[in-house]
Nanobody, 127 residues
Framework: QVQLVESGGGLVQAGDSLRLSCAASGRTFRSCAMGWFRQAPGKEREFVAGISRSGISTYYTDSVKGRFTISRDNAKNTVYLQMNSLKPEDTAVYYC????????????????????WGQGTQVTVSS
């Protein structure tokens, strides 16, 4: 089992930056591909960014490419989402997710494939 706890959300202005963190419990973090998703009011949850268990492979949804960076520190059992140049349309609850995998380079983009989810952290970007 993996328990995930997100932090770092808040209220910021357009153009500001935030860094989200997701701390994972257990010794299995290194065996997990990790992802960030978000859900805006009235919308379905969507994929934002993913990172392989090795940390070498990453993938982003088009709307955040060049602005967001996903990274992980396996020694700290933590995955991060650095968000720069935030826009009002980035406002959402952000969730991290974990999936066990034997593939070191696999990035998982489909939320149905993820085994574990955090509770979410609210990010609000004012214009």
């Amino acid at each position: 089992q993996v328990q995930l706890v997100e932090s770092g959300g808040g209220l910021v202005q357009a153009g500001d930056s935030l860094r989200l963190s997701c701390a994972a419990s257990g010794r299995t973090f290194r065996s997990c591909a990790m992802g960030w998703f978000r859900q805006a009011p009235g919308k379905e949850r969507e994929f934002v960014a993913g990172i392989s268990r090795s940390g070498i492979s990453t993938y982003y949804t088009d709307s955040v490419k060049g602005r967001f960076t996903i990274s992980r520190d396996n020694a700290k059992n933590t995955v991060y989402l650095q968000m720069n140049s935030l826009k009002p349309e980035d406002t959402a609850v952000y969730y991290c997710a974990a999936e066990f995998t034997l593939q070191a380079m696999l990035v998982v983009t489909t939320q149905g494939n993820y085994d574990y989810w955090g509770q979410g952290t609210q990010v609000t970007v004012s214009s």
